[in-house]
């Protein structure tokens, strides 16, 4: 095992806890996302949904322009991408960029390979499964962060902007295919055979006979 592999995994041994003292500067709600910002090349990228629902990480095109990326960074990529509601999602290559984590006082600095989708939707990047897993990365929606170990064993505690998250995610609903999450399939649901029922009438009450003349 390599010093850097022995680093990280010495890293995922932090215990990433969530206390009452992460709920302070939080207003109470029952659908907010973790919504967070990252630093892509120079630039900090706001509205980046953590969603644990995607397969795999995606920048959205518009995104990749205000980068000011160049399209000859993008590699081919045969597969198909699926939104949430089953539409077919344009991808127009993949790419692999630094990506860093801050709170401020921690950071750490990954490569992350993003496929670039050509779809509308109100955030500018999805991190998905893998990095987040990669990452040792913890969400949580209810104390609105996201917590991760550093290379050193440190957690970087990065808080969700909760009023950039609900607008996000209300604009969202208002674009019809805005595309929250992505698969490489399409989801689809099963229909369960219903059991068959058999109804029994249950005795009444006993009727008195007429008594006898």
Known sequence: M?????????????????????????VLHDKDPVVISVVIAGRKVHHV???????????????????Q???????????????????????????ELRTTFTDGTTSRME?????????????????????LNRLGTVPSTRHMKVKLPDLAGKVITIKSDQKEAKRCYENNLKTKRGVFMVTTRPLYIEEVPQPEVSHT????PKQKLPAER
């Open 201 to 204: 009438e249950l005795p009444g």
């Open 69 to 95: 990326l160049s399209p000859d960074m993008l590699r081919p990529y045969n597969d198909c991408l699926y939104g949430f509601m089953g539409d077919q999602v344009e991808v127009r290559g993949h790419l």
């Open 111 to 131: 490569s992350i390979k993003y496929l670039v989708a050509n779809a509308s939707s109100a955030y500018n990047m999805l991190l998905g499964r893998p990095t």
């Open 2 to 26: 390599s010093v850097e592999a022995q680093r990280v995994d010495d890293a995922f041994d932090v215990d990433l806890v969530f206390t009452k003292a992460d709920l302070q500067d939080v």
């Open 49 to 67: 949904l953590v969603d644990q629902g995607s397969s795999p990480d995606v920048m959205f095109w518009t995104t990749f322009n205000k980068l």
